[in-house]
């Protein structure tokens, strides 16, 4: 693997991740269709940019799989997990944050039966749950995955493989106290936790990536293969 290639995939994934967190500290808080409308344009601005972050996590994502990658190709799996949750996100942010706004603010213009109205709010609102779930779901397996192979391979130091797995066994220790990781303060908090452990892998991704290009520098031209 090109040694750019690493440092690169790791400032994608601190920079998405840093995205990330601006998203959630500009996410207002839902409420009533009235609450929606005065908020509509905020929740459009963080929407739109939580999903702007997503290729660049992905791709960073796609860095580490390769730098784990091994025999039975498991980082690959962990991939493909990892994006399941990203697609999960984007249809989250697209519905709650970008269709429901726009389409509240056309009701405006007619009168509507407001059962209706808060029929397609509350349907909006279980959709959001729905991918939400996936998303935390596909985030922890994926990272499971990494961590195991990051103490496996030595290919990233194990303090990052450690940090990870005690980030998803506080997370456990959370779902048996009946936390809800659904809910605004909730996904915060999730959202804090995976932020802190791709960022950290981020960063010695690209120490991993500065080193080898400064090592493969050193050597000189090499000898032709044969």
Request: with cysteine; proline share 4%; charged share 10%.
């Amino acid at each position: 693997m090109h040694k750019s290639f690493t440092k690169f995939s790791g400032i994608s994934l601190c920079f998405g991740s840093l995205i990330s967190v601006i998203t959630m500290a500009l996410h207002p808080a839902g409420g009533s269709v009235e609450h929606i409308l005065r908020i509509q344009h905020v929740l459009i601005f963080s929407h739109s940019l939580g999903i702007a972050c997503l290729p660049f996590m992905g791709f960073g994502a796609l860095g580490l799989s390769c730098i784990l990658q091994t025999g039975s190709k498991a980082s690959l799996l962990s991939l493909f997990v990892f994006c399941l949750g990203l697609v999960a996100a984007m249809i989250a942010a697209t519905v709650n944050g970008l269709i429901l706004p726009q389409f509240l603010s056309d009701l405006t213009a007619r009168p509507v039966d407001e059962s209706i109205v808060n029929s397609v709010v509350r349907y909006g609102h279980h959709i959001n749950v729905s991918m939400a779930n996936i998303f935390i779901f596909a985030t922890c397996i994926s990272i499971l995955i990494w961590c195991v192979l990051i103490i496996q391979t030595q290919k990233l130091p194990k303090a990052a493989g450690y940090l990870g797995l005690s980030l998803l066994g506080f997370g456990l220790i959370c779902l048996l106290l009946k936390a809800n990781f659904t809910n605004l303060y909730g996904f915060r908090i999730f959202v804090a936790g995976m932020v802190t452990w791709l960022t950290t892998t981020g960063i010695r991704m690209i120490v991993k990536g500065k080193s080898e290009n400064k090592y493969a520098g050193s050597e000189g031209p090499g000898l032709p293969p044969l």
